[in-house]
């Protein structure tokens, strides 16, 4: 059974860091896509980065660009989001997701986990 766990969420003050965790579990495939996601209260669910565990380009959100960072550990089956300078617009129920490819550099499909609470203060 395939286990997506997102961890790292919490409340921060406008230029705060955060960092976010998925670790995945029971997934057949060595490599698959991996991404995260987020959605504010009234807003759609919008991709925040997306890669390849396999390797290849990651891709960032212009709202994210130059602020977060991802990053993989293989060997723990984790995805990390390091958040820095973040500003009340990030705050929002963060997904990460999982899938066997990518389409347009994130996952489409395939396992959510059950999301994580991020909330920025001005």
């Known amino acids: 059974q395939v286990q997506v766990v997102e961890s790292g969420g919490g409340s921060v003050q406008a230029g705060g860091s955060l960092r976010l965790s998925c670790a995945v579990s029971?997934?057949?495939?060595?490599?698959?896509?991996m991404g995260w996601f987020r959605q504010a209260p009234g807003k759609e669910r919008e991709g925040v980065v997306g890669?390849?565990?396999?390797?290849?380009?990651?891709y960032y959100a212009d709202s994210v660009k130059g602020r977060f960072t991802i990053s993989q550990d293989n060997a723990k089956n984790t995805l990390y989001l390091q958040m820095n300078s973040l500003k009340p617009e990030d705050t929002a129920m963060y997904y990460c997701?999982?899938?066997?490819?990518?389409?347009?550099?994130?996952?489409?499909?395939?396992?959510w986990g059950q999301g994580t609470q991020v909330t920025v203060s001005s």
């Open positions: 029971g997934y057949t495939y060595r490599h698959y896509c």
């Open positions: 997701a999982v899938d066997r490819y990518c389409s347009a550099g994130y996952p489409i499909g395939g396992y």
């Open positions: 890669i390849y565990t396999g390797g290849g380009m990651t």
